[in-house]
């Protein structure tokens, strides 16, 4: 091999070294932003759960007077309906 070809050949290596270099650096930084983000939304998830808990509480507290104190059954939201329509299907 020829002296100039040598020399090229150390160019594009060390282009190629600096290059991989540049993008392990990037990705660790990428790796650290995400992390950030991710903490970042758990910390505002919780904040949510807590304001949800909260409302969803005062919904509550609003509607014991009229239930007695006594918590309302949403189930029964779910099965009388359906036990109406399967009786008219099944009568018919």
Not at 20 to 34: F, K, P, R, T, V
Request: proline share 2%; net charge negative.
């Amino acid at each position: 091999m020829s002296s100039s070809s040598n020399f090229y050949l150390i160019v594009i290596q060390a282009i190629t070294a600096t290059a991989i270099a540049g993008s392990l650096l990037y990705a660790g930084q990428l790796y650290s932003e995400i992390t950030d983000l991710q903490t970042d939304i758990m910390s505002d998830m919780h904040a949510f759960r807590g304001i949800a808990n909260d409302a969803w509480n005062s919904m509550i507290a609003v509607n014991a007077p009229q239930n007695r104190g006594a918590y309302p059954d949403f189930g029964s939201l779910f099965t009388s309906g359906q036990t109406d329509r399967q009786a008219k299907q099944f009568s018919n």
